[in-house]
T-cell receptor, first 110, second 120 residues
Framework: KNEVEQSPQNLTAQEGEFITINCSYS?????LHWLQQHPGGGIVSLFM???GKKKHGRLIATINIQEKHSSLHITASHPRDSAVYIC????????????FGKGTLLTVNP | GAVVSQHPSWVICKSGTSVKIECRSL??????MFWYRQFPKQSLMLMAT?????????EQGVEKDKFLINHASLTLSTLTVTSAHPEDSSFYIC????????????????FGPGTRLTVL
């Protein structure tokens, strides 16, 4: 079993829809990152979470440490949100290495 | 937010040549830099971790003599792919960890835009 599982793998939505991408993990972590990768490859760090909830614009990220689960929400989705969204775990201690999920490919149609 | 740049953004080279990729943190000091490789439709794979002024720590299966990493300053790390071969063609991404006033955190990682290497 992978340490980090994302769902769904692929998601197609209509512009304006509310999007939820899920990330479940099986190991103890010190933080969880949500990343966005557009076609062409560049990666943008959206959030780093260790507890609770963070909001930035139309993006909301939540994490439940006890349940080992995090969600990324996009409100009022737009075609420019089309990208791969990646959940990445950082384990505890002085090791800052990330373990990456396989990503969720989001396509938002106009 | 904090910015990490990579240069070049893409490179095409002949088999057997060496290619150097630069990763710079533009507005913060990077305590640690990470080098990743990503093959098409796959996740990022960590190649090595480097701290300024010390030798890089390579992941299992990554040849340190083939992928030379130098982290000479708190804002610059370089990855040199020596004697590149077609199987080294990939997307190479660096990330940098360091304190920024934006995040207020030492542990945030900021990713570079990546370098696409094609070896003919």
């Amino acid at each position: 079993k992978n340490e980090v599982e994302q769902s769904p793998q692929n998601l197609t939505a209509q512009e304006g829809e509310f999007i939820t991408i899920n990330c479940s993990y099986s190991v103890g972590i010190s933080a969880l990152h949500w990343l966005q990768q557009h076609p062409g490859g560049g990666i943008v760090s959206l959030f780093m979470l260790s507890s609770g909830k963070k909001k930035h614009g139309r993006l909301i990220a939540t994490i439940n440490i006890q349940e080992k689960h995090s969600s990324l929400h996009i409100t009022a989705s737009h075609p420019r949100d089309s990208a791969v969204y990646i959940c990445a775990l950082r384990s505890g201690g002085s090791n800052y290495k990330l373990t990456f999920g396989k990503g969720t490919l989001l396509t938002v149609n106009p | 937010g904090a910015v990490v740049s990579q240069h070049p953004s893409w490179v095409i080279c002949k088999s057997g040549t060496s290619v150097k990729i630069e990763c710079r943190s533009l507005d913060f000091q990077a305590t640690t830099m990470f080098w990743y490789r990503q093959f098409p439709k796959q996740s990022l794979m960590l190649m090595a971790t480097s701290n300024e002024g010390s030798k890089a720590t390579y992941e299992q299966g990554v040849e340190k003599d083939k992928f030379l990493i130098n982290h000479a300053s708190l804002t610059l790390s370089t990855l040199t792919v020596t004697s590149a071969h077609p199987e080294d063609s990939s997307f190479y991404i660096c990330s940098a960890r360091g304190f920024t006033w934006t995040s207020g955190d030492y542990n945030e990682q900021f990713f570079g835009p990546g370098t696409r290497l094609t070896v003919l």
